[in-house]
């Protein structure tokens, strides 16, 4: 992948991250991660998902530049 292309994936990424959390954070503000304690651990599973794959394409940007 490019240098461009691995941004993208990036700017992505952290759109799923803001909305997750965004998520998550309604979650834990009504008590739902109490009622719903599947599909709150599902969101977590997530978010730290694609927060590992944001590291890695930033990781894989920096190293495909020479930095």
């Not at 109490?34 to 794959?53: N, R, T």
Request: glycine content about 4%; proline content about 1%; hydrophobic content about 35%.
């Amino acid at each position: 992948m490019t240098p461009d292309e691995h941004q993208q994936v990036i700017d992505e990424l952290q759109g799923l991250i803001d909305d997750t959390q965004q998520t998550i954070d309604r979650f834990e503000a009504t008590g739902m991660e109490e009622k719903l304690a599947e599909d709150y651990e599902k969101l977590l599973a997530i978010l730290d998902d694609a927060v590992k794959q944001q590291r890695a394409h930033t990781l894989a940007m920096l190293n495909s530049s020479g930095l």
